[in-house]
């Protein structure tokens, strides 16, 4: 289990000399738009002519330098995919694939925000509306508003860092979490600051913001991602079982978080978001999602707005919106749950999409999510003139 910090090639072929076949682009395409030496066209947008081989080279290095068992990124551009690459072995003598499953964490945060705002675009809720609309037995539910919930403005404290809870976290970690244990041990503390003071990641924001959804929409939480979400976003591959299960095949994860490298890949993930909103997914999914929330496709242009203007700062570098981290227009999210990495990003002004999974190996550390440094070195590969950093 991870305790957040603040919260959690195959394509280019021709420029090798190989077939088109299978490419997501073609000779013509690449010429559309005319590119300075070294680069080509992808959808209008410019991109380095060696992305793959650089993403490729990223994935393998990551593994010695972070101490990783496993590795994967993808990247694509308006929508198609330019490098997908794997490397590693999700167990000993199982090599790593880019078909794999695992526990995607924090990306359904903004899946939960989506679905706040169609509600939105539906007439159905306003994001001033008090959470003592729903749940009028919560502290402070008169001075706090779906807004603060979706950004992290609500002060209410996390759950996650609470001693207790820790403890029984690490002494059992496939025991089974309800969403009202959860909450009350956030609720029963001091507020960290005043409703809409100023950014506190509290894991009880999501479990807060999915009931109070279910509520609105008369319907269990899973089933209105999945009909809302995951369908019209064509995520396939992307499931929220109510169980630790996570489908074949899967990408097994180690965690040293306990004191002892262990398999985690089962531990039960009923600890950290609303249920109905812990899923499991792939990389391909990864990209599909984060290509489509970060254009907007389910929701009004101004509700879209809405999602991606920063409430608060996080750091010097980065705010939170509406369920994502907003860094120089880039778009992100960074889950990290019992040995298992990954960050997400979309730069809308150039289309691009990066998703970036890995797993933890002996010597690494816990504390670190080693895939963000990943994806900002492709990130910055891809787009220097809208560098991420690490702040």
């Given amino acids: 289990m991870r305790r957040p910090k603040t919260v ?48 490729k080279k990223q994935v393998e290095d ?5 101490k990783l068992n496993a590795a994967m990124a993808g990247v694509w551009v308006d929508g198609k995919r330019i490098s997908t690459v794997a490397s590693g072995e999700s167990m000993t003598g199982v090599p790593v694939s880019t078909d794999m499953h695992f526990r995607i964490g924090s990306v359904a945060i903004p899946y939960l925000t989506t679905e706040l705002l169609k509600l ?23 001075e706090i508003t779906m807004k603060m919930l979706a950004s992290a403005t609500s002060g209410y404290s996390d759950y996650v860092r609470d001693p207790k809870f820790l403890a029984e976290l690490y002494k059992n970690p496939f025991s089974q979490w309800s969403a009202e244990e959860r909450v009350k041990i956030s609720v029963s503390k001091p507020l960290v600051k005043p409703p809409g003071a100023g950014f506190v990641y509290s894991h009880a924001n999501w479990v807060i913001l ?57 531990w039960n993930p009923s600890w950290t978001l609303a249920p109905g909103a812990i899923m499991t997914g792939t990389l391909e999914d990864l990209g599909k999602s984060v290509t489509a929330l970060g254009e907007g496709k389910l929701l009004t242009p101004e509700s879209y707005k809405e999602q991606i203007t920063p409430v608060s700062k996080v750091s010097p570098t980065a705010s939170f919106a509406l369920g994502v981290f907003v860094q120089k227009t880039w778009l992100l999210q960074n889950p990290s749950f019992a ?24 010597g690494n550390n816990a504390d670190d999510n080693s895939s963000t440094a990943v994806l900002i070195s492709i990130a910055n590969h891809m787009a220097p003139d809208t560098p991420l950093s690490g702040g």
């Fill in 339 to 362: 040995g298992c990495q990954a960050t997400v990003a979309y730069l809308p002004s150039k289309k691009i999409a990066i998703a970036r999974v890995a797993t933890q190996g002996t």
């Fill in 62 to 66: 990551s593994l010695k330098t972070y």
């Fill in 120 to 142: 939105v675009d539906e007439g159905k809720v306003e994001l001033d509306d008090k959470i003592s609309r729903w749940r009028p037995d919560l502290p402070h539910a008169d």
């Fill in 210 to 266: 999915g009931d109070i959804i279910s509520k609105v929409e008369k319907k269990p939480l899973a089933e209105v991602m999945r009909n809302e979400i995951l369908k019209p976003l064509g995520l396939t591959q992307t499931e929220n079982p109510s169980t630790a299960e996570i489908a074949y095949p899967v990408l097994h994860a180690f965690d040293n978080e306990r004191g002892v490298f262990e398999d985690s890949t089962y």
């Fill in 8 to 55: 959690t090639l195959m394509c280019l072929q021709l420029l090798l000399g190989a077939s088109p076949a299978g490419c997501a682009f073609t000779e013509a395409e690449s010429a559309a738009k005319s590119c300075p030496s070294g680069q080509i066209s992808q959808g209008g947008t410019c991109i380095p002519a060696d992305t793959a081989d650089f993403t």
